[in-house]
T-cell receptor, first 117, second 115 residues
Framework: GAGVSQSPSNKVTEKGKDVELRCDPI?????LYWYRQSLGQGLEFLIY????????KSGLPSDRFSAERTGGSVSTLTIQRTQQEDSAVYLC???????????????FGPGTRLLVL | AQSVAQPEDQVNVAEGNPLTVKCTYS??????LFWYVQYPNRGLQFLLK??????LVKGSYGFEAEFNKSQTSFHLKKPSALVSDSALYFC?????????????FGTGTKLQVIP
């Protein structure tokens, strides 16, 4: 497809279960970002990938959160032992950033709405 | 550390009136500034950006923003608001200090255009 896709679009899970959220970036985009948007809150940066490496993991809220990216394309955000406070919309974005071109625009996916009961 | 502030949680404006959504920033290096819009039940969409050059940047849907270095501001403006402009607006800043491009978003401002 032409845009960033995310799956699932909605996920309801029970407290303590693990969840995996998937992001498929725009083809050829080397940079990939994960954000969290909670009700009434702004966008909270989680992690950023350049290719398959993650130079900045500073936004991950706890060690229950992890992310990987393989083949410079699809990324998976995993939340282990989910808690109710993890309920939010998880957004993925990609950009075609290369060194020195900091003005690249991010293109966002529709998000995954996670509800932890 | 870089940061972005959007001081207004909500802005109400009558249709046809000019609108302004405020944004101030803090970076250690040169700022790269962005505005994104989120319509209800839809993803974020890029509106406009400032990288360098003219301080007045024009973007999609008739929006523009003015970069003011002395006031460290990047306010979003539109001469005549439409009801369809009602949405959540996010300001973002990117700072190249450190060699990678972390983007920091503001908390968002809800724009309500009243018919």
């Amino acid at each position: 497809g032409a845009g960033v896709s995310q799956s699932p679009s909605n996920k309801v899970t029970e407290k303590g279960k693990d969840v995996e959220l998937r992001c498929d970036p725009i083809s050829g985009h080397t940079a990939l970002y994960w954000y969290r948007q909670s009700l009434g809150q702004g966008l909270e940066f989680l992690i950023y990938f350049q290719g398959n490496s993650a130079p900045d993991k500073s936004g991950l809220p706890s060690d229950r959160f992890s992310a990987e990216r393989t083949g410079g394309s699809v990324s998976t955000l995993t939340i282990q032992r989910t808690q109710q406070e993890d309920s939010a919309v998880y957004l993925c974005a990609s950009s075609s950033w290369t060194s020195g071109r900091a003005g690249e625009t991010q293109y966002f996916g529709p998000g995954t709405r996670l509800l932890v009961l | 550390a870089q940061s972005v502030a959007q001081p207004e949680d909500q802005v109400n404006v009558a249709e046809g009136n000019p609108l302004t959504v405020k944004c101030t920033y803090s970076v250690s290096g040169n700022p790269y500034l962005f505005w994104y819009v989120q319509y209800p039940n839809r993803g974020l969409q890029f509106l406009l950006k400032y990288i360098t050059g003219d301080n007045l940047v024009k973007g999609s849907y008739g929006f523009e923003a003015e970069f003011n270095k002395s006031q460290t501001s990047f306010h979003l403006k539109k001469p005549s608001a439409l009801v369809s402009d009602s949405a959540l607006y996010f300001c973002a800043v990117r700072d190249m200090t450190g060699g990678y491009q972390k983007v920091t978003f503001g908390t968002g401002t809800k724009l309500q255009v009243i018919p």
